[in-house]
């Protein structure tokens, strides 16, 4: 199907010479003089390599269409991750690689939505938040309001994150999957 180039969006999968690509992350660029375009990054389905590639806005893309099918995270082995499909209980293996920057918010026995394109597994989709333990917090600083600023922490899963002051480590708090920012503190 025939898309112009700046409703390009990231998950999605475009044909590019001859090659099937998965769509990272996309930028609109709007330099001061000339036509806009559109910057993406996208990775190589077959050889898992990256590359950017730009197109004027106007240009055209082909995109596939996929189907999404929902499966749960059973475990990983080796390079692969081991999914299994809800109706039926079959194993599926799908590459790691697909998962990309979202790879540490992964949690056992996760409902995540699988990309198909022709029954080749393309993107991985999380829940969009999760619960996490905050393993390391800065201490607050003395006369700093709860508005002003964030402050570093680290969560259990290894990844970098800003909390508000009143956050120590220890609680539990709920982020972002797909940029691991902070939502809000955990109920319960």
């Given at each position: 199907?025939?898309?112009?180039?700046?409703?390009?969006?990231?998950?999605?999968?475009?044909?590019?010479?001859?090659?099937?690509?998965?769509v990272l992350k996309?930028?609109?660029?709007?330099?001061?003089?000339?036509?806009?375009?559109?910057q993406v990054e996208?990775?190589?389905?077959?050889?898992?390599?990256?590359?950017?590639?730009?197109?004027?806005?106007?240009?055209?893309?082909?995109?596939?269409?996929?189907?999404?099918?929902?499966?749960?995270?059973?475990?990983?082995?080796?390079?692969?991750?081991?999914?299994?499909?809800?109706?039926?209980?079959?194993?599926?293996?799908?590459?790691?690689?697909?998962?990309?920057?979202?790879?540490?918010?992964?949690?056992?026995?996760?409902?995540?939505?699988?990309?198909?394109?022709?029954?080749?597994?393309?993107?991985?989709?999380?829940?969009?938040?999760?619960?996490?333990?905050?393993?390391?917090?800065?201490?607050?600083?003395?006369?700093?309001?709860?508005?002003?600023?964030?402050?570093?922490?680290?969560?259990?899963?290894?990844?970098k994150t800003l909390?508000?002051?009143?956050?120590?480590?220890?609680?539990?708090?709920?982020?972002?999957?797909?940029?691991?920012?902070?939502?809000?503190?955990?109920?319960?």
């Amino acid at each position: 199907m025939k898309q112009q180039a700046n409703l390009i969006r990231a998950g999605q999968v475009i044909e590019h010479e001859g090659n099937r690509w998965t769509v990272l992350k996309q930028q609109i660029i709007t330099p001061g003089k000339g036509g806009a375009f559109i910057q993406v990054e996208m990775r190589n389905l077959k050889t898992g390599n990256k590359t950017n590639e730009r197109w004027r806005t106007a240009d055209t893309v082909e995109r596939l269409t996929t189907e999404d099918k929902d499966f749960t995270y059973s475990y990983t082995d080796g390079d692969n991750l081991v999914l299994m499909d809800g109706e039926t209980f079959e194993q599926f293996m799908v590459p790691a690689s697909i998962l990309g920057e979202s790879a540490p918010f992964l949690q056992d026995n996760m409902a995540v939505s699988v990309g198909l394109v022709e029954g080749d597994p393309v993107s991985i989709t999380l829940p969009p938040h999760v619960t996490l333990e905050i393993v390391e917090a800065d201490p607050v600083v003395k006369g700093q309001t709860a508005s002003s600023s964030y402050k570093p922490a680290k969560l259990s899963n290894g990844v970098k994150t800003l909390v508000p002051p009143f956050i120590e480590a220890g609680e539990r708090v709920v982020v972002r999957t797909e940029d691991g920012s902070y939502v809000e503190r955990a109920k319960g």
